[in-house]
């Protein structure tokens, strides 16, 4: 089999796996929803009713699909990566104290600071923890030692902080399974591992599509952080060097723009992006304005 019937296999292989472990966790989670329905119930930016069961679904289906192909030990740490994004992503979902305005990376971290540790906190570190674990396991090593941990660190640093700013995405419907099925991309020609994370997404996100753009479902931290993680899991292990740093770059100046820039109000003034943003999502309604509780919310937790 040549490289690219390799790597079409290994997509469409990891499409379907994530696709039928989507959802069929869904409806496990609808059928007996752990803690009842209620705890899974957020109100979205029309002020109406949505259910967070889409953002553990899509975890495990992602995680699923990693499984099903490239080398085990890179497999395996894309899995590690986003497994652990997605847990402690559903920690902060579940257990975030609502009665603190601490918003934001920089909330979060001045906090720890403080000596005060939020839900949010607890996922930054847990996030970063697993993320550099991953990064060990998953590193080919090319060179010397320096050259070995310096990858090592590149690699956790951008696994973190795209599993972060997907987050910061997932301020609209369809917004974040967008960018992450666009962003896993480019480098799902590069290897099987990477094709497979690419299909690994896009069966997850066409599973999760329909209820998310209808806004009956929303991603929430456990989702986000999780397909965030997998494509910067799958830029890690799948990129060069050069294309790894300046990814990571890219990801680190927009998580400081996301403190002072509303990425909401550029997607609207930039005429493409607002096209894209708005495919497939239900129209807005005149003179509505987003709820302060809302998932939509912007400002909302890293």
Same mark, same amino acid.
């Given at each position: !089999?040549?490289?690219?019937?390799?790597?079409?296999?290994?997509?469409?292989?990891?499409?379907?796996?994530?696709?039928?472990?989507?959802?069929?966790?869904?409806?496990?989670?609808?059928?007996?929803?752990?803690?009842?329905?209620?705890?899974?119930?957020?109100?979205?930016?029309?002020?109406?009713?949505? @259910? !967070?069961?889409?953002?553990?679904?899509?975890?495990?289906?992602?995680?699923?699909?990693?499984?099903?192909?490239?080398?085990?030990?890179?497999?395996?740490?894309?899995?590690?990566?986003?497994?652990?994004?997605?847990?402690?992503?559903?920690?902060?979902?579940?257990?975030?104290?609502? @009665?603190?305005?601490?918003?934001?990376?920089?909330?979060?971290?001045?906090?720890?600071? /403080?000596?005060?540790?939020?839900?949010?906190?607890?996922?930054?570190?847990?996030?970063?923890?697993? @993320? !550099?674990?991953?990064?060990?396991?998953?590193?080919?090593?090319?060179?010397?030692?320096?050259?070995?941990?310096?990858?090592?660190?590149?690699?956790?640093?951008?696994?973190?902080?795209?599993?972060?700013?997907? =987050?910061?995405?997932?301020?609209?419907?369809?917004?974040?399974?967008?960018?992450?099925?666009?962003?896993?991309?480019?480098?799902?020609?590069?290897?099987?591992?990477?094709?497979?994370?690419?299909?690994?997404?896009?069966?997850?996100?066409?599973?999760?599509?329909?209820?998310?753009?209808? /806004?009956?479902? !929303?991603?929430?931290?456990?989702?986000? =952080?999780?397909?965030?993680?997998?494509?910067?899991?799958?830029?890690?292990?799948?990129?060069?060097?050069?294309?790894?740093?300046?990814?990571?770059?890219?990801?680190?100046?927009?998580?400081?723009?996301? /403190?002072?820039? @509303?990425?909401?109000?550029?997607?609207?003034?930039?005429?493409?992006?607002?096209?894209?943003?708005?495919?497939?999502?239900?129209?807005? /309604?005149?003179?509505?304005?987003?709820?302060?509780?809302?998932?939509?919310?912007?400002?909302?937790?890293?």
């Amino acid at each position: !089999m040549t490289a690219r019937g390799s790597r079409g296999g290994a997509l469409l292989r990891a499409g379907l796996v994530a696709a039928v472990v989507t959802t069929t966790a869904r409806r496990l989670l609808e059928t007996d929803p752990p803690g009842g329905a209620a705890r899974w119930t957020r109100t979205n930016h029309r002020g109406e009713p949505v @259910s !967070m069961l889409e953002g553990p679904a899509v975890a495990a289906g992602l995680v699923a699909g990693a499984l099903a192909g490239g080398e085990p030990r890179t497999r395996g740490a894309v899995a590690l990566a986003t497994a652990g994004a997605g847990a402690f992503g559903l920690v902060d979902d579940l257990a975030e104290d609502t @009665s603190t305005r601490t918003k934001g990376l920089r909330g979060h971290l001045g906090a720890l600071a /403080e000596g005060r540790l939020t839900t949010g906190g607890l996922k930054v570190l847990g996030i970063g923890a697993t @993320s !550099m674990l991953a990064a060990a396991v998953g590193t080919r090593r090319t060179g010397g030692v320096l050259g070995h941990a310096t990858d090592v660190v590149v690699n956790g640093a951008l696994v973190a902080g795209t599993a972060n700013l997907l =987050n910061l995405l997932d301020l609209r419907p369809g917004r974040a399974l967008k960018a992450a099925v666009a962003l896993s991309a480019p480098p799902a020609a590069g290897s099987v591992g990477g094709s497979a994370a690419a299909g690994a997404v896009a069966g997850a996100a066409a599973l999760a599509a329909p209820g998310d753009l209808a /806004e009956r479902d !929303m991603l929430g931290d456990g989702g986000a =952080n999780a397909l965030g993680a997998l494509v910067g899991a799958q830029w890690a292990f799948g990129a060069p060097r050069g294309a790894r740093v300046l990814a990571l770059g890219a990801v680190v100046g927009l998580t400081l723009a996301s /403190e002072r820039v @509303s990425f909401s109000a550029v997607i609207d003034r930039t005429p493409w992006l607002h096209r894209l943003d708005r495919l497939g999502r239900r129209p807005a /309604e005149p003179g509505a304005k987003a709820t302060a509780a809302g998932p939509a919310d912007e400002g909302a937790p890293a």
